[in-house]
């Protein structure tokens, strides 16, 4: 007994051993850095992109008095749209059903006298969502989806295929802004900047938004839908700690 007992306590102190030279050092380099004079600021930019695709959701929905009917006239509509896409280039990865549904229609007006409503007919709609990556082509097709039978839908949202270099100069920008806001804080204070101590993103990178340059898509025929692509903001926020040091 006496035997197992020195085997756990030379377990246990080293474990001791092993840990002892590690927190120490952590909690001193925590507490080092906690005490050091710094300023900290946060630093926004935002960097713009003319956008190279577009996604353009596309309805078709029939109303017919069976559900068979309502079906197929949706079903003709929507495979001419998508031959059409095809014709015009769009790869078969870019388009995608995106909704489908079959809802009965019925007469809640006062002429029933009390009577359950009375059930008119279905209505079919089909979905489809197309990622077009030739903007010159986009007023083209929504004038042809809409003449072959595309009746509702229509929101379009223009994006960037490769974000990531307007995303990292927006980034770049946002540092050099948290620089200059702690130059100013700085100076106002008396003191000199010393080493940039800690720099972290935020991940605040907002969603594309359109802004106001007017860019109209090259058009197909005289009858092409016009549309302004304008261009997309990406944004970038930083946190900045700069220890700070008397001047000299």
């Excluded at 969502?129 to 007023?139: E, I, N, Q």
């Excluded at 050099?176 to 130059?183: G, Q, S």
């Amino acid at each position: 007994m006496p035997r197992l007992s020195m085997k756990i306590l030379s377990f246990a102190a080293f474990g001791a051993l092993a840990v002892a030279p590690v927190l120490p050092a952590v909690a001193f380099a925590q507490e080092a850095f906690a005490n050091r004079p710094l300023i900290s600021v946060t630093g926004e930019a935002t960097a713009s992109l003319a956008p190279d695709m577009a996604l353009v959701n596309l309805a078709v929905v029939r109303t017919e008095v069976t559900a068979r009917a309502a079906l197929d006239g949706s079903n003709k509509a929507m495979a001419d749209v998508l031959a059409a896409m095809k014709q015009a280039g769009v790869a078969e990865r870019d388009l995608q059903t995106s909704g489908f549904f079959i809802q009965p229609q019925y007469d809640y007006s006062s002429d029933n006298d009390g009577k359950p409503p009375k059930l008119l007919g279905y209505q079919v709609g089909n979905t489809l969502t197309v990622r077009l990556r030739d903007l010159s082509k986009l007023g083209g097709l929504l004038d042809t989806a809409v003449t072959l039978g595309v009746n509702q839908g229509g929101d379009i949202r223009f994006l960037n295929d490769k974000p990531e270099a307007a995303i990292d100069t927006a980034r770049a920008e946002a540092v050099r802004d948290a620089l200059a806001k702690a130059k100013i804080l700085a100076d106002a204070a008396g003191v000199a900047l010393g080493d940039v101590l800690e720099i972290a993103d935020n991940a605040s990178i907002a969603e594309p938004v359109p802004m106001a340059r007017m860019s109209m898509a090259a058009k197909e025929s005289a009858d092409a839908v016009p549309v302004a692509t304008g261009e997309n903001s990406y944004r970038a926020s930083v946190s900045v700690k700069i220890a700070i040091k008397p001047k000299p």
